[in-house]
């Protein structure tokens, strides 16, 4: 039988070229090679697989369907009854008698394949992702250049996942930097940098909806008695506890910090109504100082402890800046760290 197969199309070089360097995404680069693969090879249908080995399926990604056969897109299969495992097996990837070399398919006889081919999609260390397929209803021969324009095709969308795997790699290696530096070592809490951000965020919130941010700055009086009493690491676990408290404890939407030692800030939104300031500032200091104070049995200590100072602000968005809310509430802090000495000296 002669082959039906087609010369290669004027250009196709260059188009190729312009597909792998425009393409994105595996599909942009797939689809049109789809096309190009069966012009060369003239085959009804041409389609991209992923191979899940574990999972014991394959399913078909994108698929070009020109004539009587119709690959379905997105249809799955068992990987055990399809033609690709059978190919990869025995490394026969083209066969214009399916029905004799593989007539016991059941998903061959559901499609209809007569003439098939394809080549796997090799990814770095020997993984399969998929395969690169056509197929058609008919026998149809496929010629040495049709099966170099089919395996030339796989690897270059072999190439194109490996560069989205990396892309993704390096995203992901990104948001965990990112993180990172937005995160307390110790505490695991958002550190300083992170509620600077969030307190520019709050208050922009604020401005466009009418809120004003509250603010709870909180420093842990007697921190280095408990240092100098039981050990830096006791401290340590007192301040890994406290941040367990506070994240705990604290009202959704608001956001527990560490910025720095023995000073933790509390940060969210209010809104707006006929509540005073003090009201606020009262009821905030209800709900913060009991998540703190109280006993605490850590691996190298245990003991009793009071509470710390707090300098809570509930502020306009529109009368300052983030960084002079905080400032302020470090000032309204020290100033009730005052007032608690004075009363234990009294």
């Not at 399969?128 to 040495?144: D, K």
């Not at 968005?317 to 009363?343: I, N, T």
Request: with cysteine.
């Amino acid at each position: 039988m002669q082959s039906s197969e087609r010369p290669l199309p004027n250009g196709m070089l260059a188009q190729m070229s312009g597909i792998v360097l425009t393409a994105r995404t595996v599909e942009q680069l797939t689809r049109p090679l789809l096309e190009l693969l069966e012009l060369v090879t003239g085959l009804e249908s041409t389609y991209l697989t992923h191979v899940d080995v574990a999972g014991g399926v394959q399913e078909i990604l994108y698929a070009r369907n020109s004539q009587q056969m119709e690959i379905p897109e997105g249809g799955i299969f068992p990987w055990e009854d399809t033609l690709c495992q059978r190919a990869l097996q025995e490394k026969r990837f083209y066969t214009d008698e399916v029905n004799v070399c593989w007539g016991e398919s059941d998903a061959a006889r559901l499609l209809g394949i007569r003439t098939y081919l394809s080549a796997p999609v090799m990814l770095d260390g020997g993984e399969v992702f998929g395969t690169l397929c056509g197929a058609s209803t008919r026998q149809q021969p496929v010629s040495e250049q049709g099966l170099q324009v089919l395996t030339l095709f796989a690897g270059l969308i072999a190439q194109h996942l490996q560069r989205e795997r990396l892309v993704e790699q390096l995203q992901m290696a990104n948001a965990t930097l990112e993180n990172y530096s937005f995160t307390d070592a110790l505490t695991g809490l958002p550190n300083r940098r992170f509620i600077l951000a969030e307190l520019d965020r709050l208050f922009a919130q604020g401005q466009r909806h009418g809120q004003r941010v509250m603010v709870a700055f909180i420093d842990l009086d007697g921190f280095k008695k408990i240092n100098d009493t039981y050990g830096h690491d006791a401290g340590d676990e007192f301040l890994q506890a406290i941040a367990q408290r506070l994240r705990q404890g604290v009202r959704q939407g608001d956001v527990a910090g560490r910025l720095g030692g023995d000073e933790f800030v509390v940060v969210g939104l209010v809104d707006g109504g006929e509540q005073t300031h003090e009201a606020i500032t009262a009821a905030t200091r209800a709900r913060l100082a009991p998540l703190i104070q109280g006993d605490y049995a850590l691996r190298h200590a245990a003991f009793h402890y009071p509470g710390g100072s707090f300098g809570i602000l509930c502020v306009d968005p529109a009368s300052c800046s983030a960084e002079q809310a905080l400032v302020q509430a470090d000032a309204a802090m020290y100033r009730d760290k005052q007032a608690r000495r004075q009363v234990e000296m009294a």
